[in-house]
């Protein structure tokens, strides 16, 4: 079973770039034939798929946010990161790292992820 754990700064400043981490346990990123997806969840609102990087390295991004997202993996530490540009208060929410075994762009049923990490709350706020 694959575990995931996002990590990263709990609160960030309007117009700032917000960097988050996914460790991943229990597969190899660049061998494991999994894909590694960010996904957000705003107070309130329902989950937003965000983008997605394959266990080659292709990158896929929500056209909402494709402008100032940035997914990118570090396979010596087998680690995916997202950077997210020039954020707003809008952009407050719980983010999560998950898995996947197929490409679904787009996704936001959970049930469609195989694995999840436990996500992390990101505020922005001066």
């Known amino acids: 079973q694959v575990q995931l754990q996002e990590s990263g700064p709990g609160l960030v400043k309007p117009s700032q770039t917000l960097s988050l981490t996914c460790t991943v346990s229990?597969?190899?990123?660049?061998?494991?034939?999994?894909?590694w997806n960010w996904i957000r969840q705003p107070p309130g609102k329902g989950l937003e798929w965000m983008g997605v990087?394959?266990?080659?390295?292709?990158?896929y991004y929500s056209p909402h946010l494709k402008s100032r997202t940035y997914i990118a993996r570090d396979t010596s530490k087998n680690q995916v990161t997202l950077q997210l540009l020039s954020v707003t208060p809008e952009d407050t929410a719980v983010y999560y790292c998950?898995?996947?075994?197929?490409?679904?762009?787009?996704?936001?049923?959970?049930?469609?992820?195989?694995?999840w990490g436990q996500g992390t709350q990101v505020t922005v706020s001066s």
């Open positions: 998950a898995a996947s075994k197929t490409l679904i762009l787009g996704a936001t049923a959970g049930n469609l992820y195989d694995d």
């Open positions: 990087i394959s266990y080659s390295g292709s990158t």
């Open positions: 229990g597969a190899s990123i660049p061998t494991g034939y999994y894909y």
